[in-house]
């Protein structure tokens, strides 16, 4: 099976989650092949999963002032500070390779293909149950998925670097007097690529590395890793999502 690869570069929160639901609705109708999508955030967002309030975990005003957006995934799991990173979606047709349907198993074999590619890097790292990658104890990536329309959609993000004051910045805590606890919590258990090869390392040579740990593990399967582009008809489709929902105060404060 052809996987179509796709550098679509940074967007704004909205856009980003149009476009990840347009090329899932485009396999699922058979428009376009199974799909790898790389991608950025311009300006910086914070993502709450579906099952959040937005209202109780985000600092909407914060957001405001420093021009950052906000808003809700259609996968689970928790706030994201999306910034100085790499993210990644995968759209696969459900119950077939890394698609399998077992859960956990799917998140490890996707998952895998990160850690090998992060190995191209040389950083050690391991899949961490049920969805995260760590590297000497300290988590690397965060990963969610879904499955509708007979596909799963699995997005998550590498930390490029990390700006943990100006993150818990935007979050809700409980009592403002935790937050620094709470920051020092977050450096021992969170790290970046910057941290661990003590460089920067920019989008493109994380792009180029993650990209060849995924395509040696869908060649395990018999699939091969293409370069593509955005169909039109996609980016169009990608657009109308993000202005009907993720732009939406119904969407994103509905929990």
Known sequence: ????????????????????EAVLLSVSRGESPPSLRFYGWKPSCITVGYFQSMQEEVDLGACRHRGIDAVRRITGGGAVFHQAEITYSIVLPAGRGLACDDILESYRGICGALVLGLARLGIESAFSPINDITSGGRKVSGNAQTRKQGCLLQHGTVLLDLDLDLMFSLLKVPAEKLKGRLIEDAKARVVSLRDLLGRPVGFEEARSALASGFAAVLAGSGDELEEGELSGSELAEGRIIASERFSSLAWNLRR
């Open 1 to 20: 099976m052809r996987i179509r690869l796709l550098d679509t570069g940074p967007s704004a929160g909205a856009l980003n989650m149009g476009i990840d």
